[in-house]
Antibody
């Protein structure tokens, strides 16, 4: 069955960095685009970034452009999110999600919590 | 960026009720809309994509309709497991955006 497990979250000071990982299994990872989505505590969902199956195309929400980098390793079935210059407003549960045929998200991980605080 | 406005943001309903949630887009998005359900402490679950196509395994009491700028999610007979927060999402243009959510609670 399809499974995605995120890791790498934690507490970091403003201006710090973190690298999130998402381990995928149960589907042919190299054939699907992948997304990161976040949810601040008690708030709604916010799409963060997308990477095409072959890494030829990447998109970001404006608030993270220049600070976050999405990448993937198809040989390892891994998705990553490198986060730099972190701000308090980046505090959230970060989900990885698999892209469905129309860009909706058919499978989600359980999330990893990032807390940016001094 | 395309803004999505969901209404209501909160509704109280009883088991067996028919429930309708509306999602309005700030510009036309054809049928490029998805609906998700999220329960507390859980990841969202895809219910409907392409505005009206039921995701595999989702009960038929859920249905979606609409195109352009106005969309609806209908639950024909609310069940106990349906009490949750519902989100619409436009997948027409990047950045992908979500509505603010509709929390469905037990009356």
């Amino acid at each position: 069955q399809v499974q995605m497990v995120e890791s790498g979250g934690g507490v970091v000071q403003p201006g710090g960095s973190l690298r999130l990982s998402c381990a995928a299994s149960g589907f042919t990872f190299s054939l699907y685009g992948m997304h990161w989505v976040r949810q601040a505590p008690g708030k709604g969902l916010e799409w963060v970034a997308f990477v095409r199956d072959d890494e030829s195309f990447k998109y970001y929400v404006d608030s993270v452009k220049g600070r976050f980098t999405i990448s993937r390793d198809n040989s390892k079935k891994m998705l990553y999110l490198e986060m730099n210059s972190l701000r308090a407003e980046d505090t959230a549960l970060y989900y990885c999600a698999k892209s469905w045929n129309d860009r909706s998200f058919d499978y989600w991980g359980q999330g990893t919590l990032v807390t940016v605080s001094s | 960026d395309i803004q999505l406005t969901q209404s209501p943001s909160f509704l109280s309903a009883s088991v067996g009720d028919r429930v309708t949630i509306t999602c309005r887009a700030s510009q036309g998005i054809s049928s490029s809309l998805a609906w998700y359900l999220q329960k507390p402490g859980k990841a969202p679950k895809l219910l409907i994509y392409a505005a009206s196509t039921l995701q595999s395994g989702v009960p038929s009491r859920f249905s979606g309709s609409g195109s352009g700028t106005e969309f609806t999610l209908t639950i024909s007979s609310l069940q106990p497991e349906d009490f949750a927060t519902y989100y619409c999402q436009q997948v027409n243009n990047y950045p992908l955006t979500f509505g603010g959510g509709t929390k469905v609670e037990i009356k």
